[in-house]
Nanobody, 122 residues
């Protein structure tokens, strides 16, 4: 059974940083990717970033390139999203996702975590 458990959300001032964690279990398929989607009230869901398990290739939305970094710790089966230079428009519920890379990139990943709130406000 695939499980994704997020942590690390919270309230931060503009320009600040947060690190989200996603503890994953229940799958080992090398063609899977793990990543993050976000959704703000009244806005469409947006793919933020993902990392391919097999080779560590990473992908980022244009809106976060240069500010966010995705990484993984295989010893802990955990993926991290380091978010720097946060802006008010980054405010959203961030959800960890996984599935074959094609489904994650297409916005229809197989599995979702419960989500964690990130609020950027002064």
């Amino acid at each position: 059974q695939v499980q994704l458990v997020e942590s690390g959300g919270g309230l931060v001032q503009p320009g600040g940083s947060l690190r989200l964690s996603c503890a994953a279990s229940g799958f080992t398929l090398n063609y899977y990717a793990i990543g993050w989607f976000r959704q703000a009230p009244g806005k469409e869901r947006e793919g933020v970033s993902c990392i391919r398990i097999s080779d560590g290739s990473t992908y980022y939305a244009d809106s976060v390139k240069g500010r966010f970094t995705i990484s993984r710790d295989d010893t802990k089966n955990t993926v991290y999203l380091q978010m720097n230079s946060l802006k008010p428009e980054d405010t959203a519920v961030y959800s960890c996702v996984t599935g074959p890379l094609s489904t994650v990139v297409a916005g229809i990943p197989d599995y979702w975590g419960q989500g964690t709130q990130v609020t950027v406000s002064s």
